[in-house]
């Protein structure tokens, strides 16, 4: 067995992570006692005892709980996002290429992606790679979450209050903390415009990318690339060319992927169009963090990568 230990267990994100690892096989949790729950002494002796301290803490208390692991040389996997685009700390999204499992698992410091650019990145890069889009191009991206994506204080929002939005828009300053990290590891030029905006909805995600073709690249041939790209990775699903899957067809909404690890990518236009949009599905508290935090800890320790990584 080896031992988890939760740093933030009562938290949003650290609940997810606690839910999913008391069914896993090989790990143990270690907990704090709620009442020391910022005692630094008992963190300390808690990250020493475990094989991997998972961070599910707001950026302020991260960096503290990262200065103590420094001082112990401990293991950490960071769902924060301060360390998403730091030197030292590797990229946690096991399918940015495949060199990055191994990075993953030798790693002593691994960050956890943002929920909205694990479905961007994922889109872009391989692309861009590919030839098929350009690094220079104007990418903006339209997203929606769910309310949990704000963590407790919007969960708690949401539920009791009476005077919330059905829908937002928000970030409208164009500085939101994830554009660093989509434009790092999408290799883009450019920082892209970003407009997320949250939902009367706990769980679910939808980004869209707007494209615009130039020259002979179809939009068939992005979701072709895709397709041959994610062909072998457990949790990445793309759809057929133009084809929506969703209960609510012909609605395309943020639902269906709730409590798994799953991300659905789409390429929609009509065949020979030269525009069109991408778009990535998937539950921002799943892919978009505590799926994925134990995907990149069972390639820590060296599991299958799938387990215990969906709550159904
Ligand atoms: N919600 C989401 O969809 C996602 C969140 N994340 C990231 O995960 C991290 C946690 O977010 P989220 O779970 O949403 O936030 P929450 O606000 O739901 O939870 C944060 C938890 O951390 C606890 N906490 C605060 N300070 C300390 C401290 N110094 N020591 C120990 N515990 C502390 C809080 O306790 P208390 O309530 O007593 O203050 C709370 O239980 C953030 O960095 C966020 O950016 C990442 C991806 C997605
Ligand atoms: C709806 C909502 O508020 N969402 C959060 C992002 C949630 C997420 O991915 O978390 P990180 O904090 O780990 O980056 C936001 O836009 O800041």
Not at 34 to 40: L, W
Not at 118 to 135: D, F, M, N, R
Not at 207 to 223: H, R, Y
């Amino acid at each position: 067995m080896k031992k988890v230990f939760i740093d933030g267990e009562t938290g949003t994100t650290g609940l997810q992570v606690k839910d999913r690892l008391v069914n896993h096989p090989h790990i143990e949790i270690i907990s704090i006692d709620p009442a020391k729950k910022r005692d630094v002494e008992e963190k300390r002796r808690l990250m020493k005892e475990a094989d991997v301290t998972v961070l599910c803490l707001p950026d302020d208390a991260a960096k503290d709980s990262v200065l103590l692991a420094k001082q112990e040389g401990c293991r950490i996997l960071d769902a924060s996002s301060v360390h998403r685009v730091a030197e030292g700390w590797v990229y946690g999204l096991p399918e940015l290429d495949v060199t990055q499992r191994d990075k993953i698992k030798n790693a002593q410091f691994v960050s956890n992606p943002g929920c909205y650019p694990t479905g961007v990145i994922l889109l872009l890069k391989p692309l861009i790679e590919a030839g098929l889009l350009s690094a220079s191009y104007d990418y903006s991206i339209n997203a929606v979450s769910g309310y949990s994506g704000g963590g407790n204080a919007l969960i708690d929002r949401f539920e009791s209050a009476d005077d919330t939005p059905i829908f937002g828009a928000y970030g409208l300053a164009f500085n939101h903390k994830h554009l660093a990290e989509m434009k790092k590891w999408s290799d883009l030029d450019k920082t892209p415009i970003f407009v997320p905006s949250v939902g009367n909805f706990r769980q679910g995600m939808l980004s869209f990318l707007p494209i615009q073709l130039n020259g002979d690249v179809t939009m068939e041939q992005l979701q072709a690339k895709l397709a041959e790209v994610y062909a072998n990775d457990t949790f990445v699903t793309v759809n057929g060319f133009n084809v929506i899957v969703d209960n609510a067809t012909p609605f395309l909404t943020p639902h269906g992927l709730e409590d798994t690890n799953q991300i659905e990518l789409s390429v929609l236009s009509e065949p020979g169009n030269k525009s069109g949009i991408l778009v990535a599905k998937l539950d921002n508290l799943g892919k978009g963090a505590s799926g994925a935090a134990v995907q990149n800890l069972n390639i820590m320790l060296g599991f299958d990568e799938d387990i215990a990584v969906n709550l159904r």
